[in-house]
């Protein structure tokens, strides 16, 4: 019975091992941002961040498909967030502009570096919660660190349509840095988009529109960044009212069920 049950911990099935091959090229797309930074290769590093983002998006829902999650791929995926969308944006936008700053511009490094990182520990925590309603699951607290980082290179992406005279100020761009940062360690409720369903009706017509989003996106990829970041951000009120509205309901509800756990009115 032993020999049996160390041939298994000595072979891991493909499922287990795939959501962690994600985010391991997630982390090393992150790190090769730089690389093209230092180069002064900017198109390539903001791309590079942009293919980082779909490969953390991709290894948590694979690991849920496959039932593949584990503790470790949990910690992994946190390290590899941390060095992808919390330092190699804020490198980027440094060695693009904030350097000239000096002193200052480092300081938004540091601190945008370390507001990703409590967001993170944060997210972590909260997970453990045992607290937490069913419905806020639908919902993060602040601004995730993937969409942090793609906000923060909003500058560089407008500077690749419009030129640099404006954009590439390192004022703005810092300001820009220390605005998402704070987004990202506030209170603000933001979708999580992880239990959206589409009706059977719906998804012919959803993948039609996949597919002509990516073909947009591939064509004209800097415009639909600048968009998605715009439509983004206009939904931020809009997850803000639906949290509230699901914490009054839930209030409503506990008047019969005093038991039931109620977040905090964010």
Sequence with gaps: MMRGSNRRLRHLPMRMLAPN???????CTGMTAMRFALQERWELAV???????VFDGLDGRVARLLNGTSK?????????DFVSFGVAPVVVLYLWTLSTLGGFGWVVVLGFSVCSA??????????DDPDRPVWAANYFTGVPAPAGALLSLWPM???FLLGDTFFRSPWFAGAMAATFAFLMV?????FSFKRVRVARDWVLPVLVCVGLVA???????????????????GILPVASLSWRR??????????????EALPPLA
């Design 21 to 27: 091959i994600l985010t391991v090229l997630a982390l």
């Design 47 to 53: 791309a590079a961040v942009v293919i980082a983002g």
């Design 72 to 80: 470790f791929g949990a910690e992994l995926d946190s390290l590899s």
């Design 118 to 127: 409590l967001r993170l520990a944060r997210f972590n925590t909260a997970l």
């Design 157 to 159: 992406v407008a500077s």
């Design 186 to 190: 506030s209170r603000l409720p933001t």
């Design 215 to 233: 073909a947009m996106a591939m064509i004209y990829p800097w415009e639909c960044l600048l968009l998605i970041g715009v439509v983004y951000i």
């Design 246 to 259: 699901n914490v009054r309901q839930a209030r409503e509800r506990a008047l019969s069920q005093p038991d």
